[in-house]
């Protein structure tokens, strides 16, 4: 599927129904997304298909939140959003105004709230993406619009029912440990004290290891790390710091392991991803 973007804004429905409408619509495939801090216009709903990295981290006012990929994202015009520089990913996303807000809190979906929850690409989810996909391309032929709302809803709804099997009340302990990633995603290149930073929290280090990996997936030695060669793509990309510079910047003592890991994450050497990344 090629990249595509269409806004519906301005589409007239031709026939009056009770769900909201879609304001954008589209799909976006890329080799590398560079870290950002953004605040989106619309309510976005964004569904990660694929993804180089089977966790992915979004910073959401100040607290991280992992989620294994496949994946859903809303995001709420007014809150604050950082991403980590990312390896490639495929997401399909559609977007309502913000005026919708008091029915995305009839589902309990609001900015104090909603966190990414992982997925299954079961027939239904993939079957309405095609077919909002297909509708896409011709979003200004008769009815198409109110189409597009209806699959929209559909779809959301499909979402929200995978969501509502895994949904869980924070525990404090669950609070204390994304506060801590938060704070490692802030300060990757930096020595990490991870014998003393559950301490100080509060944590056995035997109920933080437990918990940090039930919530991310892989252990905080492979956070950290993940997040330094996360944070070496985007230098590689925007800089012309030499390997060795590059390597010592993120947190890495020695050029030739950090070599060695990047070219096992990437399948690149740190200058052939860099010669890729030249336009």
């Known amino acids: 599927m ?10 007239p429905r031709l026939i009056a129904s009770g769900v909201p409408k879609v304001k954008v619509v589209g799909y976006v495939k890329r ?37 294994a990929t496949p994946s859903v994202q809303v995001e709420f015009p007014g809150t604050v959003y950082r991403a980590a520089p990312r390896a490639a990913w495929e997401v399909f996303y559609f977007a309502y105004d913000q005026r919708h807000s008091p029915f995305f809190r009839t589902l309990e979906l609001t900015p104090e709230t909603v966190v990414p929850w992982t997925i299954e ?66 300060h990757c290149a930096e020595p990490v004290d991870l ?3 559950p301490r100080r929290h509060g944590l056995s280090n035997r109920s933080f290891y437990r918990r940090w990996k039930q919530l991310f997936g892989v252990s905080p ?12 793509r985007h230098l590689l990309t925007v800089t012309a710091l030499k390997v060795h510079e590059v390597a010592a910047e993120v947190g890495f003592a020695d050029p030739l392991y950090f070599t060695k890991r990047f070219h096992q994450d990437t399948g690149m050497t740190p200058t052939g991803y860099r010669l890729g990344r030249k336009p």
């Open 121 to 186: 690409l079961t027939p239904a989810v993939r079957d309405l993406v095609a077919k909002l996909s297909a509708l896409a391309v011709e979003a200004r032929a008769h009815g198409a619009a109110g189409r597009i709302d209806r699959y929209g809803d559909l779809l959301l709804h499909e979402l929200l029912l995978q969501r509502s099997r895994h949904a869980a009340p924070a525990s404090p302990e669950e609070a204390k440990i994304r506060s801590i990633a938060s704070y490692i995603e802030a």
């Open 221 to 232: 030695v492979a956070f950290i790390e993940r997040a330094r060669l996360n944070y070496a």
């Open 2 to 11: 090629e990249n595509f973007s269409v806004n519906l804004d301005d589409v």
């Open 31 to 67: 080799n590398f997304f560079p870290p950002r801090e953004y605040s989106p216009r619309n309510i976005d709903i964004g569904l990660v298909l694929s993804s180089d990295e089977p966790v992915m981290t979004t910073i959401y006012n100040g607290e991280a939140h992992a989620c």
């Open 195 to 197: 014998k003393n930073l």
